[in-house]
């Protein structure tokens, strides 16, 4: 069974990094791209960017280039911000791209709360 | 890209059928067969329900059905249910390899 098991809430103060994983279990993680979904509060999904892991290779929204960065070994990915503004509190969702799709994400984590607030 | 075009909301009474449009560009939509629809009930993660406009995954209902013309795809829902009150998001491929999604449609089951 595909799953992917997202790290747990986080609570930041402004300024702070962030690192949070995705761990993908019931497939080869590393031939499947996996994507990173934003949902601020009370809003819609924002498709942040993909990664595959077996090479690294990552494709970034241009709303979010430079604003994060999107990594992978060979069970997890993840998510990283050097310095947190109170704007990137939402729920950060990884999904995989679905190998006989395209860009269409067929198996969701359960989703990482980031909450960022002094 | 700017997000896809959806409705905000649409209602309908249990048994009967309700569609909601997502409206793009030729560089997205209309450019490609590569539309998807996902289902989230609140507190919950997405959920896939349509694939390349109109594939339907398995375990999906058949009472889920996907159509495009134009740059405007559109997921149909019969026979509602309770149980299809969520919000539903439509995603595009686009012609800068990124995907966009639509901003969303809160389904009511009266």
Redesign the interface.
Known sequence: EVQLVQSGAEVKKPGESLKISCKGSGYTFSSHWI?W?RQMPGK????M?IIFPGDSET????SFQGQVTISADRSSSYLQWRSLTASDTAIY?C?RV?PV??????Y????TLVTVSS | HS?LTQPASVSGSPGQSITISCTGTSSDVGG?N?V?W?Q?HPGK????MI??VSNR?SGVSGRFSGSKSGNTASLTISGLQAEDEA?Y?C?S?TS?????????TKLTVL
């Not at chain 1, 494709?59 to 241009?62: A, D, G, H, V």
């Not at chain 1, 969701?108 to 989703?111: N, R």
């Not at chain 2, 800068?96 to 639509?102: C, E, I, K, L």
């Open positions: 994507g979904v819609g999904l924002e498709w960017g494709k970034y929204s241009p969702y999904a679905s799709m395209v860009m269409q994400f067929d969701w984590g359960q989703g | 997000a490609y590569y998807a996902y989230q993660a997405p959920k896939l694939y390349d995954p919000d998001y995603s491929y800068s390899s990124t995907v966009v999604f639509g901003g969303g």
